[in-house]
């Protein structure tokens, strides 16, 4: 069954994740920022070929999302995954944390080139990021609420003289294409990110959102009823 071969795929996407996590932390730290940044590009290139595996899934299934938790699926999903503004959050809490954790070094001109490290341009770069985001996320929440509640859906005559039924086939296309347009928003929020970051700094992002993401998954299958995996 589809629903099958899509929870496999979860599992080993997951499973990817949990042994980049560990190599981002393992090497954060490395005096060699391109075997960081090579770490760095397999995460983002993981993510973008998760989704391009989930653009051929019958849409409903990602969006119900079977494999998830209800915990997972109740707090942490947005359009079957989480919100792209999530990460700048990150950003900013990451950031935020470490800056104060080291500001008498900072006040002394001591450099840690960790997120707690920004610079004005690059803070600069991340508010513009944070409102692009904000204002296609809201774009494509409002564009799902159309397509739930049926603005824009055909009805097709049906066999019997004076009825009708809804265009299911159109719906579903409809969904997908939001689906496919929450993903690549998602995709591309990450890639931005990174490219304003150092190597290190986008390391600690991205071990801070696999963190995000195996807590929810682990809290899910500990309090909820959801597959392990």
């Not at 051929?56 to 792209?84: F, I, K, M, N, Q």
């Not at 774009?139 to 509640?149: G, H, K, Y």
């Not at 991205?206 to 195996?214: G, N, R, S």
């Amino acid at each position: 069954m589809e629903v099958d071969a899509a929870t496999r795929r979860f599992h080993l996407w997951f499973r990817g994740l949990r042994s980049l996590r560990r190599d981002l932390v393992s090497a954060r730290w490395s005096d060699d920022p391109a075997q960081i940044a090579a770490l760095v590009g397999r995460f983002v290139a993981h993510l973008e070929s998760y989704c391009a595996a989930r653009a051929e899934l019958d849409p409903v299934w990602t969006l119900s999302a079977p494999w998830a938790t209800p915990a997972e699926r109740g707090a942490a999903y947005w359009l079957a995954g989480w919100r792209p503004t999530t990460l700048v959050h990150l950003l900013y809490t990451e950031s935020g944390r470490r800056f104060e954790a080291q500001l008498p070094d900072l006040l002394l001109g001591v450099r840690s080139g960790n997120l707690g490290d920004l610079s004005p341009a690059q803070l600069a770069r991340v508010d513009e990021l944070q409102r692009r985001t904000v204002a296609e996320e809201d774009a494509l929440s409002r564009e799902m609420a159309q397509v739930q509640e049926g603005h824009g859906v055909e009805v097709v005559a049906a066999e019997e003289a004076g009825g009708g039924e809804l265009d299911v086939s159109g719906l579903v296309r409809r969904v997908r294409e939001v689906l496919d347009r929450a993903d690549a928003l998602r995709l591309r929020t990450m890639k931005t990110a990174v490219e304003i970051l150092q190597p290190a700094q986008a390391a600690e992002l991205l071990v801070a959102a696999a963190d995000m993401e195996i807590g929810f998954r682990e809290f899910g299958l500990k309090h909820g009823s959801g597959r392990d995996g």
